[in-house]
Structures are given as C-alpha cells and as structure tokens.
C-alpha cells in the first residue's frame, strides 16, 4: 500500500519559514518522481517543485524563496520555504509518480499572516 505524509505545515508570520516533508512508503522512491502542490481557497492546484534523478524545477512564484530537495536513503522529500508571503498561504500536497502511477498525499496546510 503506497502512503504519502505530509508534514511541517503551520501558521508563520510574513518573512518567516517553513519546512515541509514527504515520507513516502510502498513505492521505490529513488525511481519516483517527486512533485509539491499546493491549493490556494478558490484557486487551482498549481505546481510548486518538481525532482527527479534527472532534474529539479520549480514555479516562478517561489524561485529564489523555496528549495526542493530529497533523501532517497530516508524515503522523503524535503520544500524549504523561505520569505514566506501571504499568498503562499495554502494546502500543500505531496505528489509521487512512480510506474506511471500517481499517489498523492492527505495535504498539509501552511497559512501566512500577521
């Protein structure tokens, strides 16, 4: 059975910094792809990072704040996200696609404000 957990979400001030994890059982991590997401209230799910064993992305909105990373020895992946903003409020969801399948976490939420 594939899970997906998310963790680290929160409430932060504007300025501060989160870091979210993906633990990820029942797949063969080092072949998945690893995507976040997140979802504003009203708005679309939007890609925020990307990693594979090939390359890293990551969406214009965030370049320069957040950092996507993995430990394939420990399963999990890593979104460092710095000089959080208001608009960064949102859930956060954890994607693996690994044998063509997609999985997806429960989603952590992470809200920016004073």
């Known amino acids: 059975q594939v899970q997906l957990v998310e963790s680290g979400g929160g409430l932060v001030q504007p300025g501060g910094s989160l870091r979210l994890s993906c633990a990820a059982s029942?797949?063969?991590?080092?072949?998945?792809?690893m995507t976040w997401y997140r979802q504003a209230p009203g708005k679309q799910r939007e890609l925020v990072a990307l990693i594979n064993s090939s390359i890293r992305t990551i969406a214009d909105s965030v370049k320069g704040r957040f950092t996507i990373s993995r430990v394939d020895a420990n399963n999990t992946m890593y979104l460092q996200m710095n000089r959080l903003k208001p608009e960064d409020t949102a859930v956060y969801y954890c994607?693996?696609?690994?044998?063509?399948?997609?999985?997806w976490g429960q989603g952590t939420q992470v809200t920016v404000s004073s």
């Open positions: 029942g797949i063969i991590f080092s072949d998945s792809t």
């Open positions: 994607n693996a696609v690994w044998s063509g399948r997609p999985y």
